[in-house]
């Protein structure tokens, strides 16, 4: 019989435990001035009421993934949620409208589907005039599905920017399960619209496919679909928060799946904050794409565990501290780190915990928070190392 050692002798004095119970505990707090959407565990997209939190569900395999936490996104590409209205459809190709992607609205079934031009005689399918910000990063995505008999699996994503250069997507591989795809890119000084396109490499490429929710948004990663119709449509951040106070000594342990792209902004899985002084001193943790190490923040108690692109990996992290002895440690799997060059006492009357967000509601996490657990009283290295393993 093996033996596993190193968890902790407590049980933790809070514990949210999304992923396993696909729950939501009613004692969080729920912002968000808008709908949004996310997946069911049957596969089905689904939209969810403003102010109410989100669970949300792997499309491919159907495992609960946890806490769903965005940011504000806009859907600049109109009849998203409507694909057979609004996108031009090149006369070449044979196009019919299916009913209800996954719950969604209605996508385009496209058989011939061949080359990228969008010339009269194309057979490809595009949206026109989408509004860019010049300068800034976007990402264009969209959900397909190779048909069965396909002659060729092979697709791509172009957009034309208004000064007639392109960008293009390498080769994009279907497979008969519904995934999303996506093209991030950096819009052009001085372009203000573009053209979305969904054609394949070349003439030698010819598809039949499943088409739908395409979205174009400003930010570095596709996030969860925004329906759209005839205009564009703003989602609202997500703001959540528990209240629990922290204890002087003890520990918070989380896991993080479904997480976009931390490499070029702080992602927080959690802060920890007095509501009755904002001004004061908190803790937290988040994922920093500045460089590729663990370091410590300079306010008291926070730390960042630096990882650069964590593409969907489930992955742990883990801050015990000691306010007494002045003493605090982070743990990603097998890395531990230690404040040894200058500790810090641990603020007091930490009372609120938010949710995938830093206090100053930005650093929005871009994923799901599986599970998320505070423990009072001493966790020892090793512990907080097999609690993140």
């Given at each position: 019989m093996t033996t596993i050692t190193d968890f902790p002798g407590i049980r933790p004095s809070l514990l949210l435990d999304f992923a396993n119970s696909g729950r939501v505990d009613p004692r969080i707090s729920c912002v968000r001035a808008s709908t949004a959407t996310c997946f069911a565990p049957d596969g089905k997209l689904r939209t969810v009421a403003n102010n109410a939190p989100r669970i949300d569900f792997d499309l491919a395999s159907g495992a609960c993934q946890g806490l769903l936490v965005e940011e504000t996104r806009t859907n600049l590409l109109t009849y998203a949620a409507d694909m057979s209205q609004g996108w031009v459809k090149g006369s070449?190709?044979?196009?019919?409208?299916?009913?209800?992607?996954?719950?969604?609205?209605?996508?385009?079934?496209?058989?011939?589907?061949?080359?990228?031009?969008?010339?009269?005689?194309?057979?490809?399918?595009?949206?026109?005039?989408?509004?860019?910000?010049?300068?800034?990063?976007?990402?264009?995505?969209?959900?397909?599905?190779?048909?069965?008999?396909?002659?060729?699996?092979?697709?791509?994503?172009?957009?034309?920017?208004?000064?007639?250069?392109?960008?293009?997507?390498?080769?994009?591989?279907?497979?008969?399960?519904?995934?999303?795809?996506?093209?991030?890119?950096?819009?052009?000084?001085?372009?203000?619209?573009?053209?979305?396109?969904?054609?394949?490499?070349?003439?030698?490429?010819?598809?039949?496919?499943?088409?739908?929710?395409?979205?174009?948004?400003?930010?570095?990663?596709?996030?969860?679909?925004?329906?759209?119709?005839?205009?564009?449509?703003?989602?609202?951040?997500?703001?959540?928060?528990?209240?629990?106070?922290?204890?002087?000594?003890?520990?918070?342990?989380?896991?993080?799946?479904?997480?976009?792209?931390?490499?070029?902004?702080?992602?927080?899985i959690w802060s920890a904050h007095n509501p009755a002084d904002t001004n004061a001193d908190h803790a937290y943790a988040y994922f920093s794409g500045s460089n590729n190490r663990t370091n410590w923040w300079v306010n008291k108690g926070g730390v960042g565990q630096s990882g650069g692109n964590i593409a969907g990996r489930p992955l742990g992290i883990g801050m015990s501290f000691d306010a007494t002895g002045k003493a605090a440690a982070l743990a990603a799997g097998s890395l531990i780190t230690k404040d040894t060059t200058r500790p810090r006492d641990f603020p007091a009357n930490l009372s609120q915990l938010r949710l995938g967000r830093s206090i100053s509601n930005n650093g929005f996490l871009g994923g799901c928070i599986s599970r998320l657990a505070v423990y009072s009283g001493r966790i020892t290295d090793a512990q907080l190392q097999r609690l993140t393993a």
């Open positions: 070449a190709a044979q196009w019919s409208v299916g009913t209800g992607f996954n719950g969604s609205g209605n996508h385009v079934r496209v058989l011939g589907l061949r080359n990228y031009s969008i010339s009269p005689d194309a057979a490809c399918i595009y949206n026109t005039s989408v509004p860019v910000v010049a300068g800034t990063r976007h990402v264009f995505s969209m959900y397909l599905r190779l048909l069965p008999d396909s002659p060729s699996n092979r697709v791509m994503l172009r957009v034309r920017q208004s000064d007639g250069s392109n960008i293009y997507s390498p080769p994009l591989i279907l497979t008969d399960r519904w995934a999303r795809y996506s093209l991030a890119l950096t819009i052009g000084e001085g372009i203000t619209f573009v053209a979305a396109i969904f054609g394949t490499p070349g003439d030698t490429d010819v598809v039949n496919c499943e088409i739908a929710c395409g979205q174009f948004e400003q930010g570095e990663f596709a996030t969860s679909f925004i329906p759209t119709i005839s205009t564009a449509v703003t989602r609202a951040a997500d703001l959540l928060h528990i209240d629990h106070t922290l204890p002087p000594v003890g520990a918070v342990v989380a896991s993080v799946a479904g997480l976009a792209l931390a490499n070029t902004a702080n992602a927080y």
